[in-house]
């Protein structure tokens, strides 16, 4: 018997982030799929569930919860093994630190909502769509890349040698980034632990190729 319900999209990456999570946390969740191309976000009957219309939103505990780093948080404090966060508080700020410079810089103004308002109001074609998309990943990208290669702190993940909440925002920006063709050779410390990632059963069973809506 399933203890969540999460409600998604393949192709979303803070849905991918929950699964991730779920996946290393040990928690078994069924799925059930909104379609954002389709609209199906703004049904009626998921805007009770969840009024800004976005995915994910995960039933647990008896909780409705939105906000995929929020719900990481939530099953970071309700179910603490294996930890996400380092236990110092220096290692917790580093960790958030590296995680929101991809979910609140690079993933608010390159999501899908954004790029087809590009398209609508302001005349984007979808090479103009892809460009900004690679624009914005290479600004914060670098950055990362320079962290990650010179700080002490980072081991085989982005902080040690097991997997962190940093982790699990970086890697659905990575798989996103093979879709706008993003030149991954200036960021070779990104792509190492990206690799080890994928090498953890809890990451590759939480692909969007993997999931049962994937197109």
């Given at each position: 018997?399933?203890?969540?319900?999460?409600?998604?999209?393949?192709?979303?990456?803070?849905?991918?982030?929950?699964?991730?999570?779920?996946?290393?946390?040990?928690?078994?969740?069924?799925?059930?799929?909104?379609?954002?191309?389709?609209?199906?976000?703004?049904?009626?009957?998921?805007?009770?569930?969840?009024?800004?219309?976005?995915?994910?939103?995960?039933?647990?505990?008896?909780?409705t919860l939105t906000q995929s780093l929020a719900i990481i948080e939530y099953l970071e404090e309700t179910?603490?093994?294996?930890?996400?966060?380092?236990?110092?508080?220096?290692?917790?700020?580093?960790v958030r630190s590296l995680a929101h410079a991809v979910a609140l810089?690079?993933?608010?103004?390159?999501?899908?909502?954004?790029?087809?308002?590009?398209?609508?109001?302001?005349?984007?074609?979808?090479?103009?769509?892809?460009?900004?998309?690679?624009?914005?990943?290479?600004?914060?990208?670098?950055?990362?890349?320079?962290?990650?290669?010179?700080?002490?702190?980072?081991?085989?993940?982005?902080?040690?040698?097991?997997?962190?909440?940093?982790?699990?925002?970086?890697?659905?920006?990575?798989?996103?980034?093979?879709?706008?063709?993003?030149?991954?050779?200036?960021?070779?410390?990104?792509?190492?632990?990206?690799?080890?990632?994928?090498?953890?059963?809890?990451?590759?069973?939480?692909?969007?190729?993997?999931?049962?809506?994937?197109?």
């Amino acid at each position: 018997m399933s203890d969540a319900l999460l409600h998604g999209y393949f192709r979303s990456s803070t849905a991918f982030r929950v699964r991730i999570a779920l996946n290393l946390k040990g928690v078994a969740y069924d799925q059930t799929f909104r379609h954002l191309r389709k609209g199906e976000q703004r049904a009626p009957d998921y805007l009770k569930l969840n009024p800004q219309g976005l995915v994910p939103t995960l039933e647990i505990d008896g909780q409705t919860l939105t906000q995929s780093l929020a719900i990481i948080e939530y099953l970071e404090e309700t179910r603490p093994d294996p930890a996400l966060l380092p236990k110092d508080a220096a290692g917790r700020a580093r960790v958030r630190s590296l995680a929101h410079a991809v979910a609140l810089e690079i993933h608010p103004i390159n999501n899908l909502r954004v790029l087809e308002d590009l398209k609508t109001r302001f005349g984007a074609d979808d090479a103009a769509a892809a460009g900004w998309f690679r624009h914005w990943v290479a600004e914060t990208f670098g950055a990362l890349e320079t962290r990650l290669a010179s700080e002490a702190q980072t081991g085989r993940f982005c902080h040690g040698d097991a997997p962190t909440l940093a982790d699990i925002c970086l890697v659905p920006q990575v798989i996103n980034n093979t879709r706008f063709n993003v030149d991954m050779t200036p960021y070779p410390t990104i792509s190492r632990i990206h690799a080890a990632c994928m090498e953890i059963e809890g990451f590759k069973q939480a692909l969007p190729a993997n999931q049962p809506d994937a197109e």
